[in-house]
């Protein structure tokens, strides 16, 4: 009998929230919105298409409810496209670090 070894498959939360996506290195930011995160990836809603393995950085902000405490900055890589029948470019994306830091001006 063999033995198959898997991964469950980490559970995603829901989101809307406004973020910024670049190519990684680049210095201009592109709108996103944050659809769902998780432990591992997020999905990402945005005008730019990005091609898989791309490495992007992207940036969310973390608020007390009243005002923007922090950002999540990440670097991440697509690993799949899809449209989002909107005109706009899913992109989900393995998150491979992050740091929470002062917001970014706007």
């Not at 996103?32 to 992007?56: K, Q, Y």
Request: contains cysteine; hydrophobic residues 40%; aromatic residues 8%.
């Amino acid at each position: 009998m063999s033995r198959r070894l898997y991964r469950d498959r980490a559970e995603r939360y829901a989101l809307s929230l406004p973020a910024r996506v670049r190519p990684e290195g680049h210095s201009t930011w592109r709108d996103a919105d944050v659809v769902n995160v998780s432990r591992s990836g997020v999905l990402l809603a945005v005008a730019t298409s990005f091609p898989p393995a791309e490495s992007l950085e992207f940036v969310f902000g973390v608020t007390d409810g009243a005002a923007r405490t922090a950002d999540v900055r990440c670097v991440a890589h697509v690993v799949r496209e899809t449209d989002d029948g909107h005109g706009r470019s899913l992109l989900a994306a393995t998150i491979d670090q992050y740091v929470f830091a002062p917001p970014l001006a706007n």
